[in-house]
């Protein structure tokens, strides 16, 4: 073999070698993308499960709040039933009460997990 053969040899090897690594880079970036793919559809799964009890969860406090208020509700509902825009803001207050009980729950739990 002279000078050009193993130039020309060594040549296709190389190219070869190259072809096969970029049909290897193709699959390995096939396979990260469908794991990647798996794990976001698994975390949006998570994620709307989360919200759903998490809803659920700020309506029954809203819904505890407003029973273990009843009678306060009712005397301030009595005492400003002049006032239309009363009642939106009562309601706001004690979702807004609701929402940070669920908050507090929601970070007991994660602690209570955690131990």
């Known amino acids: 073999m002279d000078a050009n053969e193993i130039s020309k040899y060594i040549d296709e090897a190389v190219e070869k ?24 559809k698994k975390q949006d799964e998570k994620h709307a499960v989360w ?14 709040f407003k ?11 009595e005492n400003t ?11 706001i207050m004690f979702e807004n009460m609701a929402t940070q009980e669920v908050d507090i729950t929601m970070l007991k739990e994660a ?3 955690r131990n």
Do not use: C, F, N
């Open 17 to 40: 070698a190259d072809i096969k690594a970029k049909e290897r880079h193709v699959i390995w970036q096939k396979e990260q993308d469908k794991k990647h793919a798996d794990w976001t």
């Open 51 to 64: 919200e759903k009890e998490s809803e659920e969860r700020t309506q029954r406090y809203i819904g505890a």
């Open 67 to 77: 029973e273990d208020h009843t009678w306060t509700l009712k005397a301030i509902e």
């Open 81 to 91: 039933k002049d006032i239309p825009e009363m009642k939106e803001k009562i309601d």
């Open 111 to 113: 602690a209570h997990r």
